[in-house]
């Protein structure tokens, strides 16, 4: 039996014509609020940043066996999580400035419209599941750096290095091509005095993985998972564990979420914007393109600009409806996303504000 499932019990009443209404009961004796659910079965899909098919097939799986949107999101990222090579998200992410890599993640649960979420936590290879046990297991929404560590320290997670050597070499060449004012010096013969190549392939490097998904009794939940910013401040945190900004779920209406640049997502909480905007009758894509224009028309500084005055970096968004629709746009294009209904894995390109 899933996680939830164990330690929830649900209590249905069925209502006139095909509604039910539904009450969690947590173990510290918390109800939560009561909420419609529609009748199954629905056709489960799950929507989401392209980084892999087969975390997408994972989701997917579970949804098919008639399983809650929140275990399947969280079990297809846990792939992404445990992949060494994926160099954004837990296992074999980058690391901040000082080379340790630390991780955000948080989770949304549509039912029982609750979350979890942890920031910055270090040497713990799956932040999403520790997200989700502060949900379940404490009367709290976040938790970050130490107190994190501790927390999913005390439900028995094993402390483990998260940098893989493929990591700390990209991060060595970012120190040693930061500057020309420093001791750190990239490889080099003894005679060269042009040493300093442009290192620029990591330097707005943000990838991320979100997962929104619908299941089989109508249900949605959401994920999203990060290594953050390549090479940040330590203690940096992004949008992705931030609760309306790098995510957002409303069990009535859709959910949604983003990777990309988190400080544009911060100062715009796009994901709950997205999720309202769908509530008003806008598709998930238009409403996901309402969000890049958003990010655009509000930024005002120059360094984030171009020669033509259009936002330099790049932030997409993925979003569901209860209705199963799906979208996502992103403020360039080349950007894709990952849905999948039924057959297999789909990559498409992202709507785009801006072309190349
Ligand atoms: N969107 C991921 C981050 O900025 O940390």
Redesign the pocket.
Known sequence: MDPLSRRAFLKTTTLAGASTLTSVIFPNGITAQAMPQSSPVHKPIVVGSANSAMAFEKVMELLNQGKDALDAVIAGVNIVEDDPKDT?VGYGGLPNEEGVVEL?AAVMHGPSYRAGAVAAIRNIKNPSKVARLVMERTDHVLLVGEGALKFAKAHGFQEENLLTDEAREIWLKWKENLSNQDNWLPPHSIDDTTIGETFDAYLQH???IHCSALDQNGNLSCV?T????SF?IPG?????PIIGA?LYCDNEVGSAG??????A??LNCSSVMIVEWMRQGKSPEEASMLACKRINERCCEARLKDEKGRFKQN?AFFALTKRGEYGSAAIWNDTYYMVHDGSSPKKLECAYLFKK
């Open positions: 954004s955000d943000y990838g991320t999203t990060t290594s953050g910013r940040k940096r945190v992004g949008d992705s790098g983003s990777t990309g640049r988190g400080e997502n911060l932030v």
